[in-house]
């Protein structure tokens, strides 16, 4: 089994739609939790970290879910930027170090 | 915020030749340089990990007579790809870690195409 683990995709939506991606890890004592968003040939880039209590920035919400192990990631009202391979990434400690970064779920939002 | 510069962006080269890729951490010191590849469709696997001043730690199934790591100041670190073959096409991306904060900045890539 992989360490992490997400849906491929491709998720075609149409704008303003939601979607949600979920993302599950086997390391139970993972620590630290991101989503990071990969533009095609492109660097990744932070989107936001993943807190147990769940966070919101804007049109996006995240949640971890520990006993289950899975992470999910929402998109409100879908722009065409949105458009991307959403990464889910976790790491055993609270530094950053040691990242582990799943397949990438592809989002193509469509006019 | 942070900054790592990664050069070049992309790069065609020969087989058996070697292609340097360099990441500078512009406005911060990347205590640690994390180097990784990907393939097309797939994740970012972790090549090896550097610190600077000493060698590389390099993650199982990666040779490290062949992706050779210098990490000599606390602004740049380099990557070389010695004799170069087509399977080692990939795209190649640093990641400096700032240990004032713990974070993670990504140099912007080099794509490599060995022909």
């Known amino acids: 089994r992989k360490e992490v683990e997400q849906d491929p995709g491709p998720f075609n939506v149409p704008e303003g739609a939601t979607v949600a991606f979920n993302c599950t890890y086997s390391?139970?004592?993972?620590?630290?939790f991101f989503w990071y968003r990969q533009d095609c040939r492109k660097e990744p880039k932070l989107l936001m970290s993943?807190?147990?209590s769940g966070n919101e920035d804007g049109r996006f919400t995240a949640q971890l879910n520990r006993a289950s192990q899975y992470i999910s990631l929402l998109i409100r009202d879908s722009k065409l930027s949105d458009s991307a391979t959403y990464l889910c990434?976790?790491?055993?400690?609270?530094?950053?170090?040691?990242?582990?970064f799943g397949p990438g779920t592809r989002l193509s939002v469509l006019p | 915020g942070a900054v790592v510069s990664q050069h070049p962006s992309w790069v065609i080269c020969k087989s058996g030749t070697s292609v340097k890729i360099e990441c500078r951490s512009l406005d911060f010191q990347a205590t640690t340089m994390f180097w990784y590849r990907q393939f097309p469709k797939q994740s970012l696997m972790l090549m090896a990990t550097?610190?600077?001043?000493?060698?590389?730690?390099?993650e199982q199934g990666v040779e490290k007579d062949k992706f050779l790591i210098n990490h000599a100041s606390l602004t740049l670190s380099t990557l070389t790809v010695t004799s170069a073959h087509p399977e080692d096409s990939s795209f190649y991306i640093c990641?400096?870690?700032?240990?004032?904060?713990?974070?993670?900045?990504f140099g912007s890539g080099t794509r490599l195409t060995v022909v």
């Open positions: 990641s400096g870690q700032d240990l004032a904060n713990y974070g993670y900045t």
């Open positions: 390391n139970s004592a993972s620590q630290s």
């Open positions: 550097s610190n600077e001043g000493s060698k590389a730690t390099y």
């Open positions: 990434v976790v790491s055993p400690d609270n530094y950053g170090q040691n990242f582990v």
């Open positions: 993943v807190y147990s």
